[in-house]
């Protein structure tokens, strides 16, 4: 059993100041009905720190039963669950993002070694909104009636969940939050290269006294995903991960009971229009492309300049591209961390290669690179076309692809020509040109002279094959609730 945590009353006083105290064990078993068991299968695999590439930790790897042992635990405490007044469920879940406050440096040093983002997204972006997003959710847990009134409404009942390794710990509260809030019990297995910031929530989970069995995590690799997928007793499927995967999950589920909720890839566009605050837009740019090394669904991968300030952007971003610190995720001024796993890398790295072969024109920050571990310069391409492989197709690292537009219909037109629509941007001083570019968009989340800006009440979801299905916000609950 963990340690309790000293703070395990319904006390909502500030947190206190974190002790900074890293525990990673060798080993992690699977977290099952409230107790961190030994998986069946008798298999483990190694996570490592992609900066240095030495192993942290040795993890489970479930099999086939060792999902239905988590499924049935699930389903065991669905009932006690779903009967639990929505207040003391609220409480529950208040108790889990007040504990994520307080060891939110451990949380944060521990997501930038598992995952090589730097150590200043993870404290002031990662943390903090995962957090928020426990809390936002709590707060509707006693006032689903308010939510959706005049709605007879019900929770699926057990949920299987599926994240990425882009945003562990996040993504990790945005599936249990609103699966908890709406009296769903859950199954939830983070990815493979990034296990243990979600079994550090398991632990806590522990110590915040949930009820067992009404969160399992349990850790493995795309054939656990499967077994979670394929198992008859879920009644609902979250997943958030490549388009690839989301295509076998739907295939998999097609003329079952099971619902699901999809967040798949992105290749967004931001357009800089010439009356644009420059300075402000090319900041955003370099958010919007290089934030957490790129590996973002909605990263703004492409940008479309229009002609006339075409040359001071690409000036002024090659400027800024100059400037950013690429090294030692867990140094703080570090602005590129390390890429996610050497598969990562190698997929980017065959982009940027088809990238000069179609002819484009490369720019990169001409750094010195780490000798251990997995990186990336900050790249941009130039003299891009609209059919090329890295306009269209979602690369999932720091790579930026620029092209140039006249006219507005222009440039709506080839912002919405990729099989992708999740995020959007637009730069502008003229608030009747975001009005008139944002409508036109086709994408679930367009930003207007920001970008990559979340609040855990606003939906994000997308178009065409980046998903089905919204996150967050009201929408985010009702995805988990049978009307
Ligand atoms: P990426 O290609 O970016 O690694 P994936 O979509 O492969 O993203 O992975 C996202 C999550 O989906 C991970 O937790 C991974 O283990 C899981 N996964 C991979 N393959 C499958 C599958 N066939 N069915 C269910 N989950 C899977």
New binding site residues.
């Given amino acids: 059993m963990a340690k309790k945590s000293k703070h395990t009353s319904w006390d909502l006083s500030p947190a206190p100041e974190s002790t900074g105290h890293v525990d990673i064990k060798k080993k992690y078993d699977l977290f099952i009905d409230g107790k961190f068991v030994k998986p069946k299968s008798g298999k483990y695999f190694n996570t490592i720190n992609p900066a240095s590439e030495q192993v942290l930790s040795s993890v489970a790897h479930a099999n086939e039963a060792d999902v239905d042992r988590a499924v049935k635990a699930a389903r065991k405490a669905s009932g006690p669950w779903q009967k639990l007044s929505r207040k003391e469920r609220a409480k529950y879940i208040y108790r889990i993002a007040r504990l994520i406050q307080e060891r939110a440096k451990e949380f944060a040093v521990i997501e930038s070694l598992d995952g090589g983002k730097p150590i200043r997204e993870s404290r002031d972006v990662d943390v903090p909104l995962a957090a928020n997003h426990f809390f936002y959710t709590a707060g509707w847990a006693d006032k689903l009636e308010y939510a959706f009134p005049n709605r007879k409404f019900a929770p699926y009942g057990v949920a299987g969940q599926?994240?990425?390794?882009n945003f562990p710990l996040l993504m990790a509260a945005w599936k249990i939050a609103p699966a908890l809030a709406t009296g769903n019990t859950v199954v939830l297995?983070?990815?493979?290269t990034t296990p243990l910031t979600a079994l550090k929530l398991a632990e806590l989970i522990q110590d915040a006294d949930l009820p067992p069995g009404v969160v399992n995590i349990i850790t493995g690799?795309?054939d656990t995903?499967?077994a979670i997928?394929n198992h008859k007793d879920i009644d609902k499927i979250a997943f958030t991960?490549?388009t690839?995967?989301g295509k076998?999950?739907r295939k998999a589920i097609a003329g079952t009971k099971k619902k699901a909720t999809l967040e798949l890839g992105g290749k967004a566009a931001n357009i800089i229009c010439e009356d644009a605050t420059i300075d402000q837009a090319v900041e955003g740019i370099v958010n919007g492309i290089y934030f957490n090394q790129g590996h973002v669904c909605c990263a703004g991968s492409r940008l479309f300049v229009q002609e006339s300030v075409y040359d001071e952007v690409l000036e002024k971003l090659k400027f800024r591209i100059e400037s950013l610190v690429v090294g030692d995720p867990l140094d703080k001024n570090t602005d590129i961390g390390a890429i996610n796993s050497k598969e990562q890398l190698h997929t980017i790295e065959k982009y940027i290669k088809a990238g000069k072969a179609e002819g484009a024109i490369m720019y990169q920050n001409n750094c010195d690179l780490p000798s251990k571990g997995f990186w990336c310069r900050p790249t941009l391409f130039t003299n891009v076309s609209q059919s090329s492989k890295i306009v269209q197709e979602e690369i999932?690292g720091p790579v930026l692809a620029i092209q140039t537009f006249r006219t507005i219909a222009e440039v709506i037109s080839k912002a919405n020509n990729t099989p992708y629509g999740l995020s959007a941007g637009v730069w502008t001083d003229k608030g009747s040109k975001i009005f008139n570019l944002s409508s036109q968009m086709n994408a679930g989340v367009v930003w207007a002279n920001t970008y990559n800006k979340f609040d855990p009440a606003s939906p994000f979801g997308g178009y065409k094959e980046s998903g089905i299905g919204r996150e967050g916000g009201l929408h985010g609950l009702q995805a988990y609730l049978k009307f």
């Fill in positions: 599926i994240i990425p390794w297995k983070p990815a493979e690799e795309g995903g499967a997928v991960g490549s690839g995967v076998i999950i999932f």
